[in-house]
């Protein structure tokens, strides 16, 4: 069976010491920490220690390829989207960036597929370098949750998604910068509460807004699951309902019609959890995704997916179908 891990992160190795080159800090940089690990520094501030395996093309294909996955679609981590920079360097700093995925990409075309970055901050530069990348052969562009606090709703984002949705680039929306995140630092709480909750932010502002009737084959993956949004989807039914001068203003559809027109990831951690989402979304809108290859994901690659009981269909769609056509992809690209 072909696996498709949705999900997953990668940086270069070597990068330019971007406060050097743009004249202002505040950007990631790796320092040797040790053999096989470096750490990501933002100026002189530890940010996370990360492993060879976050950078080294081949560890990879190994180390997933035991596991049984064949395919990784790879993106850079968050926190590099730097949006709090000037545009032009935000911009080329992605360009850095997605040439690097892309060469992997070509270095390894039935193992990766990549996602670009782009300047949110500015939606008319984001679609230059969108357009660039997709001239590289990236299938699609990873996006933060918000942009500088703005909500993925915003106007002046859909630009940016006709450009998507003309560009045939697919959507993945992964949540940074969390809401709360100085009022809750102890515990991990950013990670363990405001991620699923950025993730959520992210899914009700596009459907309040009608983005997703606005450009109805703009392809949308929300990561983590949906975070919050489908496990409150009754609350946010009800609030729409409730107090339609609050949150019908722009789009007077119900929440739940949305259900099935957007793409999950299946990182729940929990059968149970998984069982519901099915439930909600079926099986060809969730997508085999794992994080990796960060802790906080699931490094079992899907695992706990094949002891569920599921039906050979289901399982065909969660670890490859559901993928393949997010990205617009064919089976035979992998076969």
Known sequence: MLKIDSHTHILPRIMPNWAEKFGYGGFIQLEVSRPGFANMMRDDV???EIASNCWDAEERIDEYGKAGVQVQVISTIPVMFSYWAKSQDAADLARFLNAHIAEIVRDHPKH???????PMQDPE????????????????????????????GDSRFFSFYEACQRLNMSLFIHPWDMMGKNEMERYW??????MPAETSRAACSMIFSGVLDKFPDLRILFSHAGGSFLPTIGRIKHGHA?????????NPTPPDHYLG????????????????????????RICMGTDYPFPLGDLEFGQFMEGM????AALKQLFAGSTLSWLGLELSAFE
């Open 309 to 312: 009981d599921l039906n050979e």
């Open 125 to 152: 530069l984001a679609i230059d370098v969108l357009e660039e990348a997709c001239n590289q052969g990236h299938r699609g562009v990873q996006i933060g949750s918000n942009v500088n606090g703005l909500n993925l």
């Open 189 to 194: 709480l950013p990670w363990l509460v405001g």
């Open 242 to 250: 409730c107090r339609p001068d609050l949150v019908a203003v722009d």
């Open 112 to 118: 990766y597929i990549g996602l670009c970055s782009v």
């Open 261 to 284: 027109k957007f793409w999950v990831d299946s990182i729940t951690h929990d059968p149970r959890l998984l069982r519901y989402i099915l439930e909600m979304q079926g099986a060809d």
């Open 46 to 48: 530890f940010f996370r």
